[in-house]
C-alpha cells in the first residue's frame, strides 16, 4: 500500500526566497513519485517525476525534487520563489503500474511580494 | 504533448436532475482512466477506475448507481451524476493513462459542478 504526507498545508516564502515543500511517502514496492501544481481554478499540471534512474529531478518552472529512499522523501524545491508559483501543490505516489495513485493533501504555496 | 480534455469545465444543474462530464484523451488511447473528487481545500480522492469495455472499479464508499461511469472507447470515458444534490457539488478530475509513455497519467483540467 501506498501513502502520502506533506507537512505544512500553508507554506508562505518572499519572492525571491527558498521554496521547500515537504513530501514523504510510504510504499511497500518501488514507487514513482510525482509532484503537481494545481493553479486556482484549474486541473492539476504535472511539475515533474521520479521513476527509476537519477534521483534528483527537474521539472518545468525552476522546480527540481530530490529522491531519497533512506528518507522515504520526495521533497519539492525552487531556488528563488516567483510571484507566479503561487498555488495548491500535490505529492503523489503510485506503484510501477500506475494504476492508482495517492495523493497528499495538497500545500498551498503563498508568495509575499 | 498529451492532453487530456474534460467538458464541461464548469456545469450548475438542479437538483434531482443528471449531470454527464466527459473525458477525452486527445492524442493518445487509454485503456485505463481516472476519476477523483475534490472537496475544497482538500486533496483529491479517487473515486473509480475506468476500463476500456468493461465495468469500472469504484473505491469504498462511493456509490457505483449514482456516480455512473462509461468507458466505450478508448479516448473516452464518462461521468454522470445521477439524481444530484448539493453536496454533490465539487471539482472532478478525471486522468487518463497513456501506455506508451511508461504508463505516465495525464489529467484533465477538471470539471465544476454545482448543484443548486
Known amino acids: 500500500a501506498q501513502s502520502v504526507t506533506q507537512l505544512g498545508s500553508h507554506v508562505s516564502v518572499s519572492e525571491g526566497a527558498l521554496v521547500l515543500l515537504r513530501c514523504n511517502y510510504s510504499s511497500s514496492v518501488p514507487p514513482y513519485l510525482f509532484w503537481y501544481v494545481q493553479y486556482p481554478n484549474q486541473g492539476l499540471q504535472l511539475l515533474l517525476k521520479?521513476?527509476?534512474?537519477?534521483?534528483l529531478v527537474k521539472g518545468i518552472n525552476g522546480f527540481e525534487a530530490e529522491f531519497k529512499k533512506s528518507e522515504t522523501s520526495f521533497h519539492l524545491t525552487k531556488p528563488s520563489a516567483h510571484m507566479s508559483d503561487a498555488a495548491e501543490y500535490f505529492c503523489?505516489?503510485?506503484?510501477?503500474?500506475?494504476?492508482?495513485?495517492?495523493f497528499g493533501t495538497g500545500t498551498s504555496l503563498t508568495v509575499i511580494p | 504533448g498529451a492532453v487530456v480534455s474534460q467538458h464541461p469545465s464548469r456545469v450548475i444543474c438542479k437538483s434531482g436532475t443528471s449531470v454527464k462530464i466527459e473525458c477525452r484523451s486527445l492524442d493518445f488511447q487509454a485503456t485505463t482512466m481516472f476519476w477523483y473528487r475534490q472537496f475544497p481545500k482538500q486533496s483529491l480522492m479517487l473515486m473509480a477506475t475506468?476500463?476500456?469495455?468493461?465495468?469500472?472499479?469504484?473505491e469504498q464508499g462511493v456509490e457505483k448507481d449514482k456516480f455512473l461511469i462509461n468507458h466505450a472507447s478508448l479516448t473516452l470515458s464518462t461521468l454522470t451524476v445521477t439524481s444530484a444534490h448539493p453536496e454533490d457539488s465539487s471539482f472532478y478530475i478525471c486522468?487518463?493513462?497513456?501506455?506508451?509513455?511508461?504508463?505516465?497519467?495525464?489529467f484533465g483540467e477538471g470539471s465544476w459542478l454545482t448543484v443548486v
Open positions: 486522468s487518463a493513462r497513456d501506455n506508451r509513455a511508461g504508463n505516465t497519467i495525464y
Open positions: 503523489a505516489v503510485s506503484d510501477q503500474s500506475g494504476n492508482q495513485f495517492y
Open positions: 521520479y521513476t527509476t534512474g537519477a534521483t
Open positions: 475506468s476500463n476500456e469495455g468493461s465495468k469500472a472499479t469504484y
